[in-house]
Nanobody, 126 residues
Framework: QVQLVESGGGLVQAGGSLRLSCVAS????????MGWFRQAPGKEREFVAV????????YYADSVKGRFTISRDNAKNTLYLQMISLKPEDTAVYYC???????????????????WGQGTQVTVSP
């Protein structure tokens, strides 16, 4: 059984930083693109960032480009999201996800991902 468990969320002031982690079990994630998504209250889940299975390709939503950095440690089966210069509009539940297909470089749509974590809350105060 595949499990993805996020951690690292919390309450931070605008301009602050957080680092999210996502630990996978039941699946070796090294062959799969991994993504971060977020969902604010009353809004649809949206794409934040994706990293290819090798870590050689990164892609970000325009809203986080230059402030967020996605990375992975395949030896630890762990995905990360470093967030700096946080804004109140970054407030959301953040989810990590594993792509459905092995060796696909990247994806930005939620239905491309087959496994999801339970989410971690990030709240940015003004």
């Amino acid at each position: 059984q595949v499990q993805l468990v996020e951690s690292g969320g919390g309450l931070v002031q605008a301009g602050g930083s957080l680092r999210l982690s996502c630990v996978a079990s039941g699946r070796t994630i090294s062959s799969y693109a991994m993504g971060w998504f977020r969902q604010a209250p009353g809004k649809e889940r949206e794409f934040v960032a994706v990293i290819s299975w090798s870590g050689g390709y990164l892609y970000y939503a325009d809203s986080v480009k230059g402030r967020f950095t996605i990375s992975r440690d395949n030896a630890k089966n762990t995905l990360y999201l470093q967030m700096i210069s946080l804004k109140p509009e970054d407030t959301a539940v953040y989810y990590c996800a594993s792509h459905r297909q092995r060796a696909v470089v990247a994806g930005t749509k939620t239905d491309e991902y087959g496994y999801w974590g339970q989410g971690t809350q990030v709240t940015v105060s003004p």
